[in-house]
């Protein structure tokens, strides 16, 4: 499986146990190149955020860390510190519009993601098009960017299938 091939896997039919293993697989190797520490909670959040293509919130990400790890009460700034981790490092990206965080399927892109989000299964799409030609119109116009949000909501195919 190459990672390319990933982008916009969550609306195609898909083994997501395989899809999963690929990507921590990946994570781990990102990580381990960059000299980085995947720490045990940091892999632990992603491992959560991979187990599905639908975006979590930190709530929800504490309330499955919690229930999983009953050794200790997990306080909300552990979350947030992993959750910053994994997205300086690309492997995570926040979801604006729903103040909620998704899995890279292509960990460690340097390129802005954009994003389609069903509105009925939830789950979100990573698209490989990337925003060029309006960041080349911004530029045209000497509007310096800072900080650019693609999230297109609607209906996927299976959804619209299911009627
Ligand atoms: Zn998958
Ligand atoms: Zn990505
Ligand atoms: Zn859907």
């Not at 083994?15 to 690929?22: G, I, S, V």
């Not at 292509?106 to 509105?119: D, T, Y």
């Amino acid at each position: 499986m190459k990672s390319k091939t990933l982008s916009n896997i969550a609306f195609r039919r898909h083994d997501h146990r395989r899809c999963q293993q690929f990507l921590l697989a990946e994570a781990d190797q990102h990580c381990h190149s960059l000299n980085l520490r995947l720490t045990s909670r940091r892999r632990q959040v992603l491992e959560i955020l991979l187990g599905s293509h639908q975006p979590m919130g930190a709530y929800d990400i504490l309330a499955e860390l919690n229930r999983v790890d009953r050794a200790e009460r997990i306080a909300p700034p552990i979350v947030y510190r992993a959750l910053d981790f994994l997205l300086q490092q690309g492997l995570i990206h926040r979801i604006e519009s729903r103040n909620a965080f998704i899995s890279c399927v292509q960990p460690g892109h340097q390129c802005a993601a954009q994003f389609l989000i069903c509105r009925d299964c939830e789950q979100v799409a990573e698209l490989e098009t990337h925003e060029q030609e309006l960041l080349a119109e911004a530029d045209s116009l000497g509007f310096a960017v800072d900080h650019s949000i693609i999230e297109i909501t609607g209906v996927c195919a299976q959804c619209q299938k299911d009627g």
